[in-house]
């Protein structure tokens, strides 16, 4: 996932590490506001204001944070921060490479690292099923080597992110 800095209004790219964004919660979100407009069309006849989605979003988040927390203790679960490098192809075919930190929940490092492992294995599965026409950056993205440097417990809510450039 990517991931940036926001600000309080919404504002992406940021000076501030205090809030963070990303790729997937912001394409969960935009799904989520596409079923609620319809849902508010048919029941009140029209789109919501901005005030009622930022008032229902804070109506709704409280609990739904509190009902995760409940549940990762009720589990068991901790959260780890799997930090690996990453060799990427460029399209002139020089290998670049970077650090990038993942995080999984599971009870155990051990856990941890297989589910990383299993997220692996459907990677080179999509990558083995690329069809024979798909671009030279999809092929590229394929040749991408990624090696695992640590798997370290993290406490939830109080993890400082740190993007290597």
Not at 24 to 32: F, I, L, R
Not at 71 to 80: H, K, M, N, P
């Amino acid at each position: 996932m990517g991931i940036w800095n926001i600000d309080s209004d919404g504002n992406s790219f940021v000076e501030n590490d205090a809030l963070w964004w990303g790729d997937s919660p912001a394409n969960a979100m935009d799904e989520a506001l596409k079923d609620i407009i319809v849902a508010f069309r048919l029941d009140v006849g029209r789109a919501p204001t901005l005030e009622e989605l930022h008032a229902g979003l804070a109506c709704s988040a409280e609990q739904a944070l509190k009902e995760d927390q409940d549940l990762r203790e009720a589990e068991g679960l901790y959260t780890f921060a799997i930090i690996s490098e990453w060799s990427l192809p460029d399209l002139d075919g020089t290998m670049r490479t970077s650090e990038d930190c993942s995080y999984i929940d599971a009870k155990s490092a051990e856990d941890a690292r297989k589910l990383w492992d299993k997220a692996e294995e459907g990677r080179q599965e999509w990558i083995r099923n690329l069809p024979d026409d798909a671009s030279e950056i999809m092929k590229n993205i394929g040749k991408t080597e990624i090696r695992v440097l640590s798997v370290e417990q993290v406490e939830p809510n109080r993890v400082k992110l740190e993007i290597v450039k």
